[in-house]
């Protein structure tokens, strides 16, 4: 039952439907509707059990979630705003999806063998159903158009192609990418893949990568490959992994000005380069456009720095932090950084310090990446996105608990 649990979250999350003709929010969040009623009654169902080390874990998550209710409350008393409460929802939504995803792994005996499967299997149906977006054929092009929508998507006969997969947009695509990207890279590490495959995969991420359009997963893939190689202490590898990056840089350059079908998207990231390698991080000049919404948005968490607002009005942040401090304000950081501030001080005398996996390793690459890509959009409440920093670390959680039992012996 649980193997067959997961299996259809994984659907739900990585190749999750999108359809136009049901408009915009049921489209964005019928999948999450979805999840939560096989949420409830699987609750009902499935065993329920947790390692005696994760128990802090578990009072840690609620007790944030329940703190959290301060600033949500005040701020609706307040303004009145019914939008605070749907963010709260989401941040409920996601400790249920975080001991759902648990008890479900716990549940799974052999599930080293199933989560590559899952992982490699939804990625090469996501490629296929992205090249079917690219070039948009007849009869097959439409279904997949019904199925997973087209705002923003532009095929290669439009010159300026953007592709999305099954995400919502390309740059929450770009975010899963990335999330793949340092999973090959886990797994190039410990070995637990062949060169060939490999470079196959890292090929075909690439492409994607570069049709999604989006510039902040290609600084997402830059982070994460240095958060991996440093992390190994493999210095050469980072001196390598730099001149390869160049030349990428330039093989873009040079293919954006030979290809017509492809020169405008490529000309995003050679433009972005250029500007970079002209006059340095210069973000207004990066983004121009980007940068007015932070300013706004910054000024308008000023105006109530301790409790937010509890709305963020019309113009969208493109920051994940901003929207944050906006909702729930400095009240509602301490509410996050308090208890798991406690707990991670508490985690040291319980940690095992084992040979690290492929999942850590894995995550020490997403992790830093996702916070510095979520400076360039709302990805902390975005169901879709979120999804893939919950898998991951309940992946990492629960092999590192694996590997105590075999030194400690056993749950309690």
């Not at 390692?51 to 009145?80: E, R």
Request: charge should be positive; proline fraction near 3%; hydrophobic fraction near 50%.
């Amino acid at each position: 039952m649980s193997k067959i649990l997961l299996v259809i979250t994984s659907i739900l999350f990585f190749l999750r439907p999108h359809p136009d003709f049901l408009g915009f929010f049921v489209a964005t969040y019928l999948g999450d509707l979805t999840m939560f009623s096989i949420m409830v009654y699987s609750l009902l169902v499935i065993p329920k059990k947790i390692y005696y080390k994760h128990k802090l874990l578990l009072y840690t998550s609620f007790m944030s979630m329940v703190m959290l209710l301060l600033p949500t409350v005040i701020n609706f008393y307040i303004t009145g705003y019914l939008e605070i409460w749907v963010d709260y929802g989401k941040i409920v939504y996601f400790v249920l999806l975080f001991w759902f995803l648990y008890l479900l792994l716990i549940n799974i005996k052999a599930y080293t063998s199933l989560i590559p499967k899952i992982i490699n299997g939804t990625f090469l149906i996501i490629f296929i159903i992205s090249i079917v977006q690219l070039f948009d054929p007849p009869l097959v092009g439409e279904i997949i158009k019904k199925i997973y929508g087209t705002v923003k998507l532009r095929t290669i006969w439009t010159g300026y192609p953007r592709v999305y997969g099954t995400f919502f947009n390309a740059n929450w695509f770009g975010v899963y990418l990335v999330f793949y990207f340092t999973w090959l890279n886990g797994n190039l590490m410990y070995k637990t893949i062949n060169i060939r495959k490999y470079i196959i995969k890292i090929l075909l991420t690439s492409i994607l990568l570069v049709l999604s359009g989006s510039r902040t997963a290609i600084i997402g893939v830059i982070i994460a490959s240095f958060c991996q190689l440093i992390d190994r202490k493999q210095i050469k590898n980072v001196l390598i992994f730099s001149i390869f990056a160049m030349l990428i840089f330039l093989i873009i350059g040079y293919f954006g000005e030979s290809l017509d079908l492809l020169s405008r998207t490529l000309d995003r990231f050679v433009s972005t380069f250029n500007i970079f390698k002209e006059e340095g991080l210069v973000m207004h000049r990066l983004n121009p456009g980007r940068w007015k919404t932070w300013l706004y948005t910054y000024n308008k968490f000023i105006e109530n720095p301790i409790l937010g607002s509890g709305y963020v009005g019309d113009i969208i942040p493109h920051n994940s932090y901003l929207y944050f401090l906006n909702m729930f304000g400095l009240i509602g950081v301490l509410c996050i950084v308090i208890p798991w501030g406690v707990y991670y001080y508490s985690k040291k005398r319980l940690t095992y310090n084992g040979q690290c996996n492929v999942v850590k390793r894995w995550k020490r690459g997403f992790v830093p990446a996702f916070l510095i890509m979520s400076l360039t959009a709302e990805f902390f409440f975005t169901t879709q996105v979120v999804f893939l920093i919950i898998f991951i670390y309940v992946l990492g959680i629960f092999n590192f608990q694996l590997e105590n039992e075999q030194y400690e012996g056993g749950m309690e």
